[in-house]
């Protein structure tokens, strides 16, 4: 038994409307063929606002893959201890407590990693783990999870800190004029978050009882990154909207297999909101009551897809609803390969 | 208990003697005033020769992140397949019997990882767990053993394929001209290795027994990369040469807790080569008689370090030398962070 406790997740502190982000390229490619229809789609995103690293002027002149690892480093080492502290007080637990850090980041990278330094900074015993995930784009978070509640599986007292950090911001590149990337600039937003998995249930949260890992064949264009001099291009093919069918009887399976029931009689659910589309897809797929995913939806509009870190936005509004103990739910996140992670669990309060 | 089985370990085509690295670095910059005490300095690596993905004349010439990041997918997805095949075969298992896939590699970086590329060209089960680690350096493949090692000892059937792929050469950075960049560029070596840790002691190999992780603190500087328009560029801090007085007596009290016995005991030692002076102070730390180390030797020799794949490059000549059935052996390995990776175990034939 595992459990994941109350995150922290903390936003930098710039802050974008959508309607500033339109705007914003409108300023600068209003003469892009492509432009109204873009506009459209960025408005059909409900995504509201999005929280960034350095202002929307200074990221809109790519400064160059190097100075933007420097903004990385420093804004990741100084944001990722906060998390972490609060996230180990909040599970009831010391520092020297934790066994495995995992460290989750396809925004920027760093050798050593974050897990290094939260280490150094924490005091963490010399005997951690370091797992640090960086190619798992939107579902690290849920895949630190699960690989978390496995190492927990061995020992009841191996307790992970999972620290998960996304600067979409420092991948935005204002001289892609595809419209793929029109709308992940405008979908993408930057945030951390750091969360402690007991290994055991002596804290209030979530009790993994039992997860699964579902990888869709030739599927690996879906969602991708093409490395270059400018740091990372994201790229999209629409083709993933169609994946929650395949994922769909995945998740079914594992909810049958572990409760007895569908997933529709779930209490309820933390799903990464890869987009407005896969949400949709969900409640249809999973034929869920629309207000089950409301915290999904929310943290979408509030902050944009956060990649690794939705998952633990959407934890921390479910501690806020305070869930009732017993409540099964099911945790769940998307993203390249094509990979989903899911997770199915009851609360305890 | 679970067991590393015979690795398979792929060079790629071209090839450099240490002579020629040499007459490559004094045609670039042979008015560098350091450049006769690098000489010496590279001289001292003791390694002969290298293998390259690409012939020096071409990697010569930066021909930017964006194209070495194409020349870095293409031959890790041609040579990672092979490798990963004939490992499988190795273990007396099928694809299907694969339960997760670990890919260790910090030369290139591609999202999705390889771990994508070998679920579908191996058809590798779709619950297959995907865990690409990037950012462990050279003590990567370490960190893949004991993370594989872990996820067996939660079920007899949880086998797991293991890819370490190291295109180092497409990290050398020709305009880099300090001290430490001279002997990095002579000293790291491509290769790729494929290796099979079974959830069970069905085949022969290296039984593990126990593992530990160990981090020095305050250590980030003596291993790390900056992240830059022309990608990753190595630094060496010399702090590092001293480090394996810190780790050698968590190596002997993990020895000790095991099997009740010094290092020095031991049957045999699957070292990484972190270079000449590393293994000068393993051998010196743990009071090892010299030639108990010379596998690790020949590698550094042969390939130069491989960062990640050093490991399986060592373990399969211990596969050539045919060990007793219960003979007792320790793995470990170094990288960024400072940080350290070992296990202890037994030979089975």
């Known amino acids: 038994m595992s459990t994941l406790c109350q995150p922290n997740v903390l936003f930098p502190q710039y802050k974008i409307t959508q309607e500033q982000m339109i705007e914003h390229l409108e300023n600068l490619h209003g003469d892009h063929p492509r432009m109204s229809l873009a506009k459209r789609m960025i408005q059909n995103t409900e995504v509201n606002s999005r929280h960034l690293v350095l202002p929307i002027d200074e990221l809109s002149v790519h400064t160059g893959f190097t100075h933007r690892s420097i903004v990385y480093e420093r804004e990741a080492r100084a944001m990722s201890s906060a998390a972490a502290r609060q996230a180990i007080s909040n599970a009831n637990l010391k520092p020297s407590d934790i066994r495995m850090v995992i460290v989750t980041s396809c925004t920027g990278f760093m050798m050593p990693s974050l897990t290094a330094h939260l280490i150094n900074d924490l005091e963490l015993p010399a005997s951690t783990v370091q797992l640090p995930i960086a190619q798992l784009g939107c579902v690290a978070g849920a895949a630190a999870i699960n690989r978390a509640h496995d190492f927990a599986s ?89 994946s929650i069918k395949d994922v769909a009887p995945v998740m079914e399976k594992l909810n049958q297999d572990t409760y007895s029931q569908q997933c529709a009689e779930n209490d ?10 896969i949400l949709d897809e969900l409640v249809n797929k999973l034929s869920l009551p629309a207000d089950k995913v409301a915290p999904s939806r929310h943290s979408l509009s509030e902050a944009g897809n956060i990649a690794s870190v939705v998952v633990f936005d959407v934890l921390r509004r479910r501690f806020e609803s305070k869930p009732k103990t017993g409540s099964v739910g099911l945790l769940a996140a998307f993203g390249p390969g094509f990979t989903a992670e899911m997770a199915v669990g009851q609360w305890a309060a």
Chains 1, 2 share one sequence.
């Not at 992940?184 to 969360?195: K, N, P, R, T």
């Open 154 to 242: 061995l020992n009841n007292r191996n307790h992970v800190l999972i620290v998960s950090l996304e600067f979409s911001s420092l991948c935005y590149q204002p001289d892609d004029t595809k419209l793929h990337a029109f709308i992940s600039a405008a979908l993408f937003g930057d945030a951390v978050s750091a969360c402690v998995l007991r290994a055991n249930d002596e804290a209030p949260g979530f009790n993994i009882k039992s997860t699964k890992s579902f990888f869709l064949p030739k599927s690996e264009h879906f969602i991708r990154y093409d490395v270059k001099d400018t740091g990372f291009h994201f790229t999209l093919d629409k083709a993933v909207m169609n």
């Open 268 to 277: 309820f659910f933390i799903f990464h909101t890869g987009g407005r589309k």
